[in-house]
């Protein structure tokens, strides 16, 4: 029998039985979650099930970030909808203000070859952790509150071999607007994207995160990589270095598709209106102006991507007729940047700092464009009316690319 990938690995470990792609399976959940979009609905759904109880209340999470803090009454309605939930099953709660749940998740909740249930498409984002990581509807997390269990099929993988070095100022989310581009926004479709090579194994774990978090922006299920010293490093500065678990593919593994890109070719790519798979070059766009700069999200909210911008800004000004909203992903990354002084360059440079959570990414408040605005955001989608009105265009660039045409007020790398 060949080897298995790191999809079969794990959906194999809670299955108690070796799985094959294709083949439908029950497997046991370690971590659920849902955040204020998609909480009501499964909590309506669970107490149709007619459980009395949660399956793992510690392992059950509802966050508050998309719309934190509350925008309009009917949400906040909403919210206490998820609250009372929360108390009265002793499910886990994150409230506004405490970042976006697929930073709280790898922050806190998730280890290497556990299986996370979210009702969020970018679930996914925790694969980098070496879990299988996947969104699904409402219905399906109710299943897995009340029995610990879900159903899937298991996926196919894709090996994406990232050999080479990045150019100077080039980062994972070029590397992934690339890679989608040259695949197209369906082109994983319920396949397993599985990261590896010399480029991949030199990437810190904030770069990972990014690229398993727009895995779904290719159709994918999951997107998932090796366990290492940097993931090892990562568990132990969150106070959870025992959950480490040593997880690699096997040599032999078979692969639907084997796709190698040499990291030092990538030149900063932006995603186009209205389409994630719609990507062209920075340095073709200069005619286009902006009218907003976003900095922040589940894609690339973390320190580090805050590091670049502020390095950029430093006694700089924003573009007049730019406004620039930064977003930390957490009140761990918050605090962080204020105590390396990154929000007083902000706040010099121009910038509106939001709270820790999901901002104007999903078109809720906190940034909404005006119609026929254009956004360069760093977030992972652009879909006609993402950010609140479907008579904006957003591009979708790295940090590095946000910071630079804040500065000039039009796309430039």
Same mark, same amino acid.
Request: proline residues 4%; neutral net charge; charged residues 25%.
């Given at each position: 029998?060949?080897?298995?990938?790191?999809?079969?690995?794990?959906?194999?470990?809670?299955?108690?039985?070796?799985?094959?792609?294709?083949?439908?399976?029950?497997?046991?959940?370690?971590?659920?979650?849902?955040?204020?979009?998609?909480?009501?609905?499964?909590?309506?759904?669970?107490?149709?099930?007619?459980?009395?109880?949660?399956?793992?209340?510690?392992?059950?999470?509802?966050?508050?970030?998309?719309?934190?803090?509350?925008?309009?009454?009917?949400?906040?309605?909403?919210?206490?909808?998820?609250?009372?939930?929360?108390?009265?099953?002793?499910?886990?709660?994150?409230?506004?203000?405490?970042?976006?749940?697929?930073?709280?998740?790898?922050?806190?909740?998730?280890?290497?070859?556990?299986?996370?249930?979210?009702?969020?498409?970018?679930?996914?984002? @925790?694969?980098?952790?070496?879990?299988?990581?996947?969104?699904?509807?409402?219905?399906?997390?109710?299943?897995?509150?009340?029995?610990?269990?879900?159903?899937?099929?298991?996926?196919?993988?894709?090996?994406?071999?990232?050999?080479?070095?990045?150019?100077?100022?080039?980062? @994972?989310?070029?590397?992934?607007?690339?890679?989608?581009?040259?695949?197209?926004?369906?082109?994983?479709?319920?396949?397993?994207?599985?990261?590896?090579?010399?480029?991949?194994?030199?990437?810190? /774990?904030?770069?990972?995160?990014?690229?398993?978090? /727009?895995?779904?922006?290719?159709?994918?299920?999951?997107?998932?990589?090796?366990?290492?010293?940097?993931?090892?490093?990562?568990?132990?500065?969150?106070?959870?270095?025992?959950?480490?678990?040593?997880?690699? /593919?096997?040599?032999?593994?078979?692969?639907?598709?084997?796709?190698?890109?040499?990291?030092?070719?990538?030149?900063?790519?932006?995603?186009?209106?209205?389409?994630?798979?719609?990507?062209?070059?920075?340095?073709?766009?200069?005619?286009?102006?902006?009218?907003?700069?976003?900095?922040?999200?589940?894609?690339?909210?973390?320190?580090?991507?805050?590091?670049?911008?502020a390095a950029v800004l430093k006694g700089k000004k924003k573009h007049p007729d730019v406004r620039m909203i930064i977003v930390p992903a957490s009140p761990k990354i918050y605090l962080q940047a204020a105590k390396e002084g990154l929000i007083q360059t902000f706040i010099e440079a121009g910038a509106t700092f939001l709270p820790a959570g999901c901002g104007p990414c999903v078109g809720v408040h906190g940034g909404i464009l005006g119609d026929g605005e254009v956004c360069l955001a760093t977030q992972n989608r652009n879909f006609q009316g993402r950010m609140g009105n479907t008579k904006g265009f957003i591009y979708l660039a790295s940090p590095y690319v946000a910071a630079k045409t804040a500065i000039?007020?039009?796309?430039?790398?």
């Amino acid at each position: 029998m060949s080897g298995l990938t790191l999809a079969q690995k794990i959906i194999s470990q809670h299955c108690d039985k070796t799985v094959t792609p294709g083949e439908l399976v029950i497997a046991r959940v370690d971590v659920a979650a849902v955040q204020d979009g998609t909480g009501p609905l499964t909590i309506q759904e669970f107490k149709k099930l007619g459980k009395s109880k949660l399956a793992n209340p510690s392992r059950t999470i509802l966050f508050i970030d998309h719309a934190a803090p509350s925008p309009r009454k009917e949400l906040s309605n909403s919210h206490l909808v998820i609250r009372d939930f929360a108390k009265e099953y002793g499910a886990v709660i994150s409230d506004i203000g405490e970042g976006v749940c697929h930073q709280r998740l790898v922050e806190s909740f998730v280890n290497p070859n556990e299986i996370l249930v979210g009702a969020d498409s970018h679930t996914c984002t @925790s694969g980098a952790l070496g879990a299988f990581a996947t969104g699904m509807g409402s219905t399906d997390i109710a299943v897995a509150f009340a029995l610990g269990k879900t159903w899937l099929k298991v996926p196919s993988s894709f090996k994406i071999v990232v050999n080479g070095k990045f150019k100077e100022n080039v980062c @994972s989310k070029d590397l992934m607007l690339y890679l989608i581009g040259k695949i197209g926004a369906d082109g994983a479709t319920y396949r397993a994207l599985e990261f590896c090579g010399e480029a991949i194994k030199n990437m810190s /774990m904030t770069e990972r995160f990014t690229l398993a978090n /727009m895995a779904v922006e290719a159709g994918a299920k999951a997107g998932l990589f090796e366990t290492d010293d940097k993931t090892l490093e990562f568990l132990r500065e969150n106070g959870r270095e025992e959950k480490f678990v040593e997880l690699k /593919m096997d040599d032999d593994a078979e692969y639907e598709r084997v796709i190698e890109i040499d990291a030092s070719e990538i030149i900063p790519c932006v995603s186009c209106p209205h389409t994630v798979d719609n990507v062209k070059f920075a340095k073709d766009l200069k005619d286009i102006k902006v009218n907003q700069v976003f900095v922040g999200t589940c894609t690339n909210g973390r320190i580090e991507d805050l590091r670049v911008v502020a390095a950029v800004l430093k006694g700089k000004k924003k573009h007049p007729d730019v406004r620039m909203i930064i977003v930390p992903a957490s009140p761990k990354i918050y605090l962080q940047a204020a105590k390396e002084g990154l929000i007083q360059t902000f706040i010099e440079a121009g910038a509106t700092f939001l709270p820790a959570g999901c901002g104007p990414c999903v078109g809720v408040h906190g940034g909404i464009l005006g119609d026929g605005e254009v956004c360069l955001a760093t977030q992972n989608r652009n879909f006609q009316g993402r950010m609140g009105n479907t008579k904006g265009f957003i591009y979708l660039a790295s940090p590095y690319v946000a910071a630079k045409t804040a500065i000039a007020g039009y796309i430039t790398d």
